[in-house]
């Protein structure tokens, strides 16, 4: 099975929100950070691109129709080149909210994680994560820094993808612009709301005391 959508966005961009609206829509299932750490099976992939070598993307994603968030979402241009017929679906929000939600979660999550009892495997994705925000070991992300990667990453995109195959996404405009961009009918659910701040540490046992 090829990947028919690829999720080029950064996570806390309503990444969840997708995959589960994917899922719903029929694109299931779709890859995310929470497919990682619940496939142990997962980890040989990551451990290889962390380490610099080539894999082959058809078996990192076998089964999956769709890939969100990280740490898929750092190789978004290999998978574009990898998968030619795949749509991309770019998730964005305005850079001060994402900042306010990136620094409380995964900036916060990096700032700590040598200090978590966190499996080999675990922090095999955390390091291929590493080589697209250059996150600096325990230190983190300034807001500065972090917003610079943001939008570098939002202008590679458009800059990269063709327009008739690229998605400019955010959750919050729901149904229409993702069911036109797919072709499919827009469902009578409404659309899913996740990943909130708790739900995030509830991933990782807890969020950290300490700032």
């Not at 994603?61 to 998978?79: I, T």
């Not at 008739?164 to 409404?190: K, M």
Request: charge should be negative; aromatic fraction near 10%; glycine fraction near 10%.
């Amino acid at each position: 099975m090829a990947l028919e959508i690829i999720g080029s966005g950064f996570g806390r961009t309503g990444t969840m929100s997708t995959k589960l609206a994917l899922e719903a829509l029929g694109f299931g299932p779709c890859h995310h950070m929470v497919e990682v750490l619940g496939n142990p099976g997962q980890a040989v992939h990551w451990a290889a691109l962390a380490r610099g070598e080539e894999v082959d993307w058809a078996d990192v994603f076998e089964g999956y129709r769709a890939q969100v968030d990280n740490p898929g979402a750092v190789f978004w241009h290999e998978l574009s080149i990898a998968f030619p017929e795949a749509k991309v679906i770019h998730t964005e929000r305005p850079e001060d909210e994402w900042w306010e939600s990136y620094s409380q979660t995964i900036n916060k999550f990096w700032m700590h994680r040598k200090g978590l009892a966190l499996p080999a495997e675990v922090q095999a994705v955390l390091d291929s994560m590493d080589r697209i925000l250059g996150q600096g070991g325990e230190a983190g992300l300034d807001r500065d820094s972090a917003i610079r990667a943001y939008r570098r990453n939002n202008e590679k995109v458009r800059d990269t993808i063709g327009r008739d195959r690229l998605l400019v996404f955010t959750p919050s405009e729901g149904w229409d612009p993702l069911c036109r961009f797919l072709g499919v009918p827009v469902p009578g659910a409404a659309f899913p709301r996740s990943n909130a701040r708790v739900e995030f540490w509830a991933m990782f046992g807890g969020e950290p005391a300490a700032a």
